[in-house]
């Protein structure tokens, strides 16, 4: 996850990449590392590493002690197939296919099930943190399967061979790593001994360490931050990034867009306004929606590829927005919200057949 948001700021193809075979895996229930690193493995590639100034200059920005750092180095392992991961060349997804992978049945009877068992947590998350449950849900069954797929690599040969042998992400990668070093001190993890997918994301939710510093949260007062087998951890901390990240509860997400034969030109002119877009210039274009769009708010228009080779458009708000501060695709986005409905009326389903009414979650458009 959050992982994908920082790669996201860095546009070269290796982070879809990631994240695409990541998604992937999840949705075939593969682990990234046996779906994406079958090539060879090279020998010696792995003989330069950190200088003692860089990781003099990585301690002062962890602000952690270099001693930390240098035993660090010495426990990590190359890994020749997160490279090769990483350098796999990425095929773009359209929409339909996208949709396929993550709005399954299993996934959402899982969300529900989820929703089910963490409920007391999850409404917690609501009232303390202000974020929707099944929003928390969807992001943790996107993520990992509600946490069946966390990742099979060493969180720390994955942030070493990345941070000191793949230039092209160094910079990011290497500051993860003296994150990592400063997570695991704070929290006391063996080093060598945390797993996460082979970019070095962890948990339930994929946090990568500066976002496990930044932003994950103690949800059961235990004195740890455990996204790894504490559920309650878990769900708080989504929630918390989501909160850090500007969710709106009760706002809209996304909402369908009806161009009324609005000429293709117009559209791309509004589709590249990205979220400088206002209500009022979807009302001067003729474009309609179901709903009145609040008018003091920024939206976005973006068009989702269907099958038949036409577009489905669609206005989306604040919240679409901030489902992208996770991840930037807006592919994900959709696919995160869409989850979430479904997972939000089979738990008002659910909860029906046990004689309670839950009322669907009314949102402000
Ligand atoms: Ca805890």
Known sequence: MLMRSQLANKTNSSSKLKSWCSHLGLALGLSTSLLCAMAPTTANAANSGATSAQ??????????????LD????????????????????????????????????RIQGGV??????????????QTLGVAPEVICAIIG????????M???????????LG?????????????????????????????????????????????????????????????????TDTQDAIGSVANYFRAHGWILGAGVMYPAHLNNLPQAQVNALLKKEWKLTPMDLIEAGITTKVNLSANQNI????????????????????FNTITKYNK???????VYELSEAIATGYQEAKLLQGQYVAPSGKRP
């Not at 990781?55 to 930390?68: H, N, P, R, V, W």
């Not at 996107?142 to 797929?149: I, L, P």
């Not at 976005?300 to 989306?316: M, N, P, S």
């Open 55 to 68: 990781l003099t200059e990585l301690a002062k920005y962890a602000g952690i002690d270099k001693s930390l």
């Open 71 to 106: 035993s660090a180095i010495t426990q990590a392992t190359y890994q020749q197939k997160i490279i090769d991961a990483m350098n796999r060349p990425y095929e773009a997804k359209p929409w339909y296919m996208y949709r396929k992978l993550f709005i399954t049945d299993s």
């Open 113 to 126: 099930d989820f929703y089910l068992k963490h409920e007391a947590d999850l409404l917690r998350a609501q």
């Open 142 to 149: 996107v993520e990992t399967f509600f946490g069946k797929n």
């Open 151 to 161: 990742g099979t690599w060493k969180v720390l040969d994955a942030l070493y061979t």
């Open 164 to 228: 000191f042998h793949y230039p092209s992400r160094a910079s990011y990668f290497s500051k993860e790593f003296a994150n990592y070093v400063k997570l695991a001190t704070r929290e006391g993890w063996g080093l060598t001994s945390v797993k996460g997918s082979y970019a070095g994301a962890m948990g339930m939710g994929q946090f990568m360490p500066s976002s496990y510093l930044n932003y994950a949260i103690d949800f059961n007062g235990d004195q740890h931050v455990n996204l790894f």
């Open 300 to 319: 976005r228009l973006y068009a989702f590829e269907l099958e038949d080779g036409t577009y489905d458009y669609q206005v989306a708000l604040n919240n």
């Open 329 to 335: 695709s807006p592919l994900y986005a959709r696919a």
